[in-house]
């Protein structure tokens, strides 16, 4: 996918490349009663050819030993003078990390040219995770609309207002961020609204919090109104340039089988050494909040 990020607003044109790591792909095949299944490839995640396996493990042998996005050094004196990176954000209550993976991803591609000119943007660059949260969740509640319900819909009901917020922040993944983003769906500045900070309307403070036999500092608490109006979904300080789905380092086929995809690595080096942030999807035995 291909789609030029133009920021609103201003004159200057800048890039983002939202780099997806790639949990796994799917195949399409014909059923025989229903017309259409969809039914897992032997290895889903490798989906890269022996040629294009091998240029990328050829390219690896050119990588530094290590790579900071942390910390680079773009004057070439060895010394490490750009942060790439935005500071690390809780998503508790909801399980969004899917979504703050996505958004820390457009943050760092973002950087990669705003830095230029602002050194210390990395401080103050915070897109909303709430508005890709929101309204990747939420179906297209607008009869005036030519694209009037598109969008998932909750077997909870099809009136979004009444749901709860632990129904609409339920999760996502790397595939629906990018097509929120594709869609015109976001990014925004935080900044724009304070309807867009990862908060309810009411600002409702959970004192503290229990997870996994850890004790947590406060949090924003669940138990107040998360909901946007129709009138943020296609809100944009930055439009989605492009977006790649690279492949696993990890393959694991119809048998279970797991196998290490080195190729898989190098490709995936290759973006950060590029100053492109890497979201990954991995399976977690139990997960927090």
């Not at 340039?241 to 190098?266: F, H, R, V, W």
């Amino acid at each position: 996918m291909k789609f030029r990020l133009i920021p609103k607003l201003t004159a200057v044109i800048l890039t983002l490349i939202l780099c997806i790591g790639c949990a796994g792909s799917v195949g399409y095949a014909e059923g025989e009663d229903k017309g259409q299944s969809f039914e897992a490839l032997d290895s889903p995640t490798d989906f890269i050819s022996t040629d294009e396996k091998k240029e990328a493990l050829e390219k690896s042998g050119d990588l530094p030993a290590s790579f900071d996005l942390r910390s680079v050094d773009t004057d070439g004196d060895g010394i490490g003078d750009r942060c790439y990176v935005t500071p690390v954000r809780s998503q508790y209550p909801f399980g969004t990390c899917w979504g703050f993976s996505a958004i820390a991803a457009a943050e760092t591609n973002i950087l990669s040219t705003v830095l230029a000119y602002d050194p210390d943007a990395w401080k103050t660059l915070n897109l909303s995770e709430k508005q890709l949260a929101f309204f990747a969740n939420v179906w297209l509640n607008d009869p005036d609309s030519s694209q009037y319900g598109e969008g998932i819909y909750s077997v909870n009901g099809e009136d979004f207002t009444q749901l709860a917020a632990e129904d609409i922040y339920a999760g996502g993944n790397a595939f629906l961020a990018a097509h929120t983003f594709a869609a015109g769906i976001g990014p925004v500045q935080e900044s724009r609204d304070e309807l867009y900070e990862y908060k309810g309307k009411n600002g409702r403070i959970q004192e503290s919090y229990e997870a996994g036999g850890i004790n947590f500092p406060a949090s924003y608490s669940k138990d107040d109104d998360w909901l946007l109006d129709e009138s943020h979904r296609y809100q944009q300080d930055y439009v989605l340039s492009e977006s790649y789905y690279l492949p696993s380092p990890a393959l694991i086929d119809k048998a279970n089988q797991y196998s290490y995809n080195e190729a898989g690595t190098a490709v995936i080096k290759e973006h950060i050494k590029g100053l492109n942030a890497v979201a990954i999807g991995f399976h977690a035995d139990e997960s927090r909040p």
